[in-house]
C-alpha cells in the first residue's frame, strides 16, 4: 500500500541535541512538506519541497533544517537553536506542487525535550 | 494575507444529532477549500475540497460543506454523527498563487452516547 511513513512515533531529546525526523512516501509524490502542531495553533508550516534537491522555508523554519536528496525522503532536523521543539510533527506530500492539491499526512512523530 | 478562523475550540453532540462545524476564511480571490480529519496521535485524512462549481460538496463518511462567498464561509455538515466521528476537524484554504495550505486552529469534536 502507498504512503507515507514517519519514524520514530515518539521521539526524547535532551536540551542541546540535534534530532532528525524521517519521513519517507511511496506515492511518487512531487512535493513533500514538514508541518508543526501545537495544541490550539492547528497546523503550521516549517519546510517544503517541490522537487529533489530544492527546498523552501515556511512559516516557522527557525531552528529547523532539511534536506531532499531522494523523491521519496524528506528528513527533517530539529537543532538545538529550535528553543521550544517539544510538539507534534507532521509530514505531508503532494502529487503536484500546487496548492490545490490534496496533502497526504504520515502519522506523525511526537518530540519531547527533556 | 490568507488566514482561517475555525470559531469554535470545541463542540459536543449526541450520537446521532446533527453537526455544523463553522469556518471562515480571509481570501481576495475564489478559494480552494479543503476539511481534513485527525484522529488522536494521528496524520490528518482529506474529507472533502472545494474549487468551484456548486457550492454543495460532498465528501466522505457522510460528511458535506457549503461554500457561501458572501459570508466568506465554508461550514462542514453531517447529518447524523456517529461515535467515530470523534476527531479535530481542520478547514484550510490553499494559496493559489503559491503552494502553501493555511489550516485553521481545529475544532475538537466530541460526542456522546
Known amino acids: 500500500d502507498g504512503g507515507i511513513t514517519q519514524s520514530p512515533k515518539y521521539l526524547f531529546r535532551k536540551e542541546g541535541q540535534n534530532v532528525t525526523l524521517s519521513c519517507e512516501q511511496n506515492?511518487?509524490?512531487?512535493?513533500m512538506y514538514w508541518y508543526r502542531q501545537d495544541p490550539g495553533q492547528g497546523l503550521r508550516l516549517i519546510y517544503y519541497s517541490q522537487i529533489v534537491n530544492d527546498f523552501q522555508k515556511g512559516d516557522i523554519a527557525e531552528g529547523y533544517s532539511v534536506s531532499r536528496e531522494k523523491k521519496e525522503s524528506f528528513p527533517l532536523t530539529v537543532t538545538s537553536a529550535q528553543k521550544n521543539p517539544t510538539a507534534f510533527y507532521l509530514c505531508?506530500?503532494?502529487?503536484?506542487?500546487?496548492?490545490?492539491?490534496?496533502?497526504?499526512f504520515g502519522p506523525g512523530t511526537r518530540l519531547t525535550v527533556l | 494575507a490568507q488566514s482561517v478562523t475555525q470559531p469554535d475550540i470545541h463542540i459536543t453532540v449526541s450520537e446521532g444529532a446533527s453537526l455544523e462545524l463553522r469556518c471562515n476564511y480571509s481570501?481576495?480571490?475564489?478559494?480552494?477549500l479543503f476539511w481534513y480529519v485527525q484522529s488522536p496521535g494521528q496524520g490528518l485524512q482529506l474529507l472533502l475540497k472545494y474549487f468551484s462549481g456548486d457550492t454543495l460538496v460532498q465528501g466522505i463518511k457522510g460528511f458535506e460543506a457549503e461554500f457561501k462567498r458572501s459570508q466568506s464561509s465554508f461550514n462542514l455538515r453531517k447529518p447524523s454523527v456517529h461515535w467515530s466521528d470523534a476527531a479535530e476537524y481542520f478547514c484550510?484554504?490553499?494559496?493559489?498563487?503559491?503552494?502553501?495550505?493555511?489550516f485553521g486552529a481545529g475544532t475538537r469534536l466530541f460526542v456522546k452516547a
Open positions: 481570501y481576495g480571490a475564489t478559494p480552494y
Open positions: 484550510a484554504v490553499a494559496d493559489t498563487g503559491g503552494f502553501k495550505t493555511i
Open positions: 506515492l511518487n509524490h512531487d512535493a
Open positions: 505531508a506530500s503532494t502529487r503536484g506542487s500546487g496548492s490545490y492539491n490534496e496533502q497526504f
